[in-house]
């Protein structure tokens, strides 16, 4: 979520990845990377069922607009990630 809305501040995903990644953190891959090989299309899904926690209400970026909004812009744009080499991160 918070990669996201550091996407929504204008921040590049590869700085993301970069900072929040393997260089600084040890995991295997940054948040982006790994939204990407999990696939945007499953969180879409996830983000529509009724016992999703996240509802667009609680969780806010800076325009006031939610972290899921931009998720589903992605999704509607056919950036899916791995399945279709078209991610946050370009594949």
């Known amino acids: 979520q918070e990669a996201i809305l550091l996407l929504e ?3 590049s995903p590869q700085r993301i990845d970069s900072v929040l990644g393997p260089e ?4 295997a891959m940054g948040p982006l990377r790994v939204l990407d090989l999990a696939g945007n299309d499953i969180g879409y899904r996830i983000r529509q069922e009724d ?3 996240y509802k667009p209400k609680i969780v806010k970026g800076r325009r006031g ?7 589903d812009e992605l999704y509607n744009l056919g950036r899916y990630g791995q399945k279709n080499e078209k991610g ?3 594949l």
């Open 9 to 11: 501040d204008g921040v």
């Open 24 to 27: 600084n953190y040890g995991m």
């Open 65 to 71: 607009e939610t972290w899921t909004k931009l998720a």
């Open 51 to 53: 016992y999703y926690l």
């Open 88 to 90: 946050v991160v370009q």
